[in-house]
């Protein structure tokens, strides 16, 4: 699909998205999706010198890393995700899970779908992790700036960090809207400033472009200095912290507006930035180097305009968080629809805007662990250890999947897509490889993090299975059910719509009701909800309606994985069961399922537990279907797994 289809794919029709002009999508996407990417240049270079495996500043190791930051720029960002992966859209959607719904559409029943798909889920594990990551390292680092304003803020650097992501993530139930309006023209002033910065040290040094470029000063560095320059990279990599949320966010802005923000302004600043840093501490002497070399974004900044850019760098940071924050938001819904994750309680802040989005649970529970990290770390350069392993994690995973796409769905000659696909791997593995050594100083705590959060993720989709499985097995046929119900029940006014999981077999509500009421409504909708593996279904194919006579129906009911799942709504445009609904004269019969861990084959009973856990922990089908609460009979049953 061509960058133009994307954006209209995106940007049209009723998915809440207005067609805009290219050039506003691309500030847009400078706001939004490149805060974690643009927040780099804070702290990669510091890191690869004066991080936890030091490097002597000289001329070759300069210019090595800087040779490394742009070749990495140039092949992850650049090559993999704006150039390949970004093709790769699911009618306009991007991100793992939306990719993971692609191919698993497309290669249905392929041996090898289930570990792809437990690639994808676990790509979705490491993003939470790096979503608490990403908003401690970013704000510890820009109020760190605080100490080179005065020095005697550098006691205050932790409780004003503290104070600031408290802030950001109490205001998320507000909505992003107004808020997202600013992110577009302050990042771009941001990237400015960025720039100019670089510039102001390269005018003295103009060579060191040239040397950036050349990627033989990267080759030099590894065979001067082979296992150095490897260790490097688990450091140099934090200056493509970010490139997921290119392909993540896609659907918001399609893949035209991202390619040119990145290739035409937000490389060339960062680039600029990164030479700026290089050119500054190689125009020092040997000993001004050494203490420069420990902060050298911060040296970079003249006195003069040191407060408001320290300011405006705080501000470009919070930006970078609530871009992951929200991310997170969408990544849970995205969840939520494709079975991996419980009903948790969805809050729309935007009337207009359906993708923007609260989810109070996810909110609290990142705001937690941020904390957690900011108060254990207590600096950006502890941190960074930590940084960087759920991103090339995440990276690698990406590369599994695109090579799929690559061979399978686009049925690419292997002549043409196995050189591609080498170099993407040779580069994941080794980034992946320098930062494993890292996972005794912190590395350890996305792993935790993405471990736990695969395991309920796979917990919740493995339970659901087979309590679906346990559930079809003492289910009666429809048709049974109606030939002995219709002549032996009473009938009554109305309209009675039993939820099902299944569009086979009958409902647990409707055999409980009849079991104690001992009554029929006049009119029986057997509704099921099924959520595609597409983002958005056509209102043309939403709803699907089937006679199975005395006054029953089976109604099916089709969303995408962004869409909300108002049943009311869609109910109100159905005309193919009898008369058109009336809500008042319409009960909603919901099964509440009390689960009980068995030693029945299927799960081990810790496992059983914790999906029984979850399962009570749910949110009210009512509220996650939009069900008017007055007209809602919940009836319960219990199910052995």
């Avoid at 002033?189 to 990267?218: C, E, K, Q, R």
Wanted: net charge positive; proline share 5%; hydrophobic share 55%.
């Amino acid at each position: 699909m061509s960058g133009d289809a994307q954006t209209n794919t995106a940007h049209q029709g009723g998915h809440g998205h207005k067609k805009a002009s290219l050039l506003t999508l691309s500030i847009g996407a400078v706001g939004v999706v490149f805060g974690d990417i643009g927040t780099s240049p804070i702290y990669a270079f510091r890191e690869t010198f004066a991080g936890h495996h030091p490097i002597n500043p000289d001329p070759m190791h300069i210019m090595g890393v800087l040779s490394l930051v742009f070749w990495s720029m140039m092949l992850v960002v650049t090559f993999k995700y704006v150039f390949t992966i970004m093709k790769a859209d699911n009618k306009g959607q991007g991100g793992s899970l939306a990719l993971l719904a692609l191919i698993s559409r497309k290669t249905e029943g392929a041996a090898w779908t289930a570990p792809i798909v437990m690639l994808g889920v676990f790509a979705t594990a490491l993003f939470y992790g790096d979503s608490m990551i990403t908003p401690a390292m970013s704000v510890l680092s820009a109020t760190e700036g605080l100490a080179y304003v005065n020095p005697g803020f550098k006691q205050w650097v932790v409780p004003i960090a503290v104070a600031i992501l408290v802030g950001l993530f109490g205001i998320q139930s507000r909505g992003t809207a107004k808020v997202g309006q600013l992110f577009g023209p302050i990042m771009l002033l941001y990237f400015g400033v960025l720039a100019a910065l670089g510039v102001m040290y390269i005018i003295h040094m103009p060579s060191i472009i040239l040397h950036t470029l050349n990627p033989l000063n990267a080759l030099n560095f590894f065979m001067v200095d082979g296992f150095t320059a490897f260790v490097a990279l688990g450091a140099v990599v934090l200056a493509v912290t970010g490139a997921e949320a290119l392909y993540a966010d896609m659907g918001h802005f399609g893949r035209k507006p991202i390619s040119y923000s990145w290739l035409w302004f937000v490389l060339p600043a960062l680039m600029l930035n990164y030479m700026g840093q290089g050119a500054m501490i190689l125009s020092m002497a040997p000993v001004e180097a050494q203490v420069a070399i420990k902060d050298p974004f911060f040296m970079m900044l003249p006195d003069a305009a040191r407060i408001p850019i320290v300011f405006l760098v705080i501000l470009a940071t919070i930006i970078a968080s609530q871009a992951v924050i929200s991310g997170a938001f969408s990544l849970t819904q995205q969840a939520i629809q494709l079975g991996f994750m419980p009903r948790l309680r969805i809050l729309h802040t935007s009337v207009s805007e359906a993708g923007q989005i609260y989810i109070p649970a996810i909110n609290w529970a990142l705001m937690i662990m941020v904390l957690v990290l900011v108060l254990f770390f207590r600096s950006s350069s502890n941190l960074a250890a930590a940084y960087g392993i759920a991103v090339t994690g995440a990276m690698f995973i990406d590369t599994c999947l695109i090579s799929v796409v690559l061979i399978s769905l686009w049925k690419w000659p292997l002549w043409k897509s196995l050189p591609i696909l080498a170099v993407f791997f040779i580069v994941d593995i080794a980034y992946l490889g320098a930062n494993l050594l890292k996972v005794p100083q912190g590395g350890y705590f996305p792993l935790l993090i993405g471990l736990a959060i695969f395991t309920l993720l796979t917990t919740w989709s493995r339970g659901r299975q087979l309590m679906r499985e346990r559930m079809a097995e003492s289910s009666m046929p429809m048709e049974v059910f109606i030939k002995s119900a219709a002549s032996s029940a009473q009938r009554v006014p109305g309209t009675a719509i039993f939820m099902a999981s299944t569009s086979a077999g009958v409902p647990s509500a409707l055999l409980h009701n009849i079991k104690h009421n001992r009554i029929l409504h006049e009119r029986i909708i057997i509704l099921t909800v099924e959520i595609g593996d597409v983002p958005f279904v056509d209102e043309a194919n939403r709803a699907e309606c089937k006679s199975l006579g005395e006054g029953f129906y089976r109604v099916i009911l089709r969303y995408g994985f962004l869409e909300e799942t108002d049943v009311p709504a869609a109910l109100s445009k159905v005309d193919l069961c009898g008369p058109p609904f009336n809500m008042m004269l319409t009960s909603f019969f919901l099964s509440r399922q009390t689960l009980i861990a068995s030693k029945i084959p299927g799960m081990a009973i810790w496992r059983e537990k914790t999906f029984a856990w979850m399962l009570r922990n749910a949110a009210n089908a009512m509220e996650f279907f939009r069900l008017p609460s007055n007209r809602v009979v919940e009836l319960g049953s219990q199910v052995e797994i």
